[in-house]
C-alpha cells in the first residue's frame, strides 16, 4: 500500500524534447513549470493572453494536474512580436525559457519524460518490493494508458461515448475523447496479453515495434536472433489502436484483438467514423536509470520512461494506491 501525489512535489515530471528549438521562427516555444494545474488550462491561458485561437496553441503531451511537471508549448504568433509573459506568471506557473522556432510544437514529438517520485505510507514487504523494481529495470512493465487518459471518474470515456451518440462538443475536447476511446480498447488488448502471460513474448502473427522509434514490423518467422532482441528490449511487442485499414496483426494475435473490439461495437463504429487510421502501441514499456530508496514508510523513485508511457502504470505493479 502507498499514497502518491500526496502534495504536487510528491510528483515531479520534466518533459524532454527530441529536438532542440532553432532560436527564429513563427512559433515561441514556451518552456513552463505547473504545479497543481493541467495542461489544456495552460494552453486557454496561453491563448487568452497571447490573443490567439486556442488551436494556435500546441504542446506535446498532456501533463497531470496533480504534481510538479514542466513541459513545452508552442504559440503561433507570424509577425508579430513576443509578449510581455510576466502577467501570466502565479504561484503555480513559471515560464522557465522562451525561444522562436519555425514549425509549431506537435504531440507525441519527445524523447520521454523525467519522474521523480515520493510514495508516502508506505507499507509493504521491503524485500519483496526489491524483488518487483529489480524486475521491472530489467524486463519492463505493461505499458498500460494511465488512469488520467480517462479523466475524473472515466469522464472522458464518458464524453466519447456522448459524442458518438451525437452530442455536441468543443473542438478542442475532441481528440481528447477519441483518445480516451481508443486507449480504453487498447488497454483490454494489454490486459488479455498480461492475462495469458504473453505482454513481453512473441504470439504468432505479432507486431513489433523498435524501442525508441515509431517503426513497426510483423513477425514472419520467429528465430533466435528475434527472441534475443525481444528479451533485451530492443524490440517491444504491439497492440492495436484501433482505426481504419488493416492492424498489421494476423494469426493469433489478430484473433485475440478483433475479439476484443467486437465486444465494444459502439466505441468502435464511433473510431471509424471519426476517421482515425489504425496504429500500434508497444505493449511493453522499459523504464531507464530506475533508481529507488526506501525510508521508513517513505519510498523514492526516479526513471526516465519513453513518451506515451505512464508513471502510474509502473507504480500499480508495485503499490496499491
Do not use: C
Not at 524485500?127 to 524486463?139: D, G, T, V
Not at 530492443?234 to 488493416?246: F, M, N, R
Amino acid at each position: 500500500m502507498g499514497e502518491i501525489k500526496a502534495s504536487p512535489d510528491d510528483f515531479i515530471v520534466e518533459e524532454m524534447l527530441s529536438f532542440i528549438p532553432e532560436g527564429s521562427g513563427e512559433h515561441i516555444f514556451l518552456h513552463i513549470e505547473k504545479r497543481g494545474e493541467n495542461t489544456e488550462y495552460v494552453a486557454r491561458l496561453l491563448a487568452r493572453h497571447a490573443g490567439v485561437r486556442q488551436r494556435d496553441v500546441s504542446y506535446a503531451g498532456m501533463k497531470d494536474r496533480h504534481g510538479r511537471t514542466s513541459q513545452w508549448f508552442s504559440v503561433w504568433l507570424p509577425g508579430k512580436h513576443d509578449p510581455d509573459w510576466a502577467p501570466v506568471e502565479n504561484e503555480n506557473l513559471k515560464i522557465l525559457q522562451t525561444i522562436r522556432h519555425a514549425r509549431k510544437l506537435k504531440r507525441g514529438v519527445l524523447a520521454g519524460n523525467k519522474f521523480r517520485l515520493v510514495i508516502r505510507n508506505w507499507q509493504a514487504d521491503p524485500y519483496l518490493a526489491e524483488q518487483q523494481l529489480q524486475q521491472i529495470k530489467m524486463l519492463g512493465f505493461p505499458n498500460y494508458y494511465g488512469d488520467q487518459r480517462f479523466g475524473r471518474n472515466g469522464q472522458n470515456l464518458n464524453a466519447a461515448m456522448a459524442m458518438f451518440g451525437g452530442a455536441k462538443i468543443r473542438r478542442e475536447q475532441r481528440s481528447i475523447y477519441l483518445s480516451a476511446a481508443r486507449s480504453y480498447l487498447f488497454n483490454l488488448i494489454l490486459a488479455e496479453r498480461v492475462h495469458s502471460q504473453t505482454w513481453n513474448q512473441a504470439l504468432p502473427g505479432d507486431v513489433f515495434k523498435l524501442a525508441g522509434s515509431n517503426s513497426h514490423f510483423r513477425m514472419e518467422s520467429m528465430d533466435s536472433a528475434l527472441l534475443e532482441r525481444l528479451h533485451s528490449g530492443d524490440i517491444h511487442p504491439t497492440g492495436l489502436l484501433y482505426g481504419k485499414g488493416e492492424s498489421g496483426a494476423v494469426a493469433d494475435v489478430l484473433a485475440l484483438e478483433q475479439n476484443i473490439i467486437a465486444t465494444h461495437p459502439f466505441l468502435a463504429e464511433g473510431l471509424l467514423k471519426a476517421d482515425l487510421e489504425s496504429d500500434r502501441r508497444a505493449l511493453r514499456a522499459m523504464p531507464e536509470n530506475l533508481l529507488w530508496q526506501f525510508s521508513e514508510n517513505t519510498l523514492h523513485l526516479a526513471f526516465d520512461l519513453p513518451a506515451g508511457s505512464y508513471a502510474t502504470a509502473l507504480l500499480r505493479e508495485i503499490i496499491n494506491t
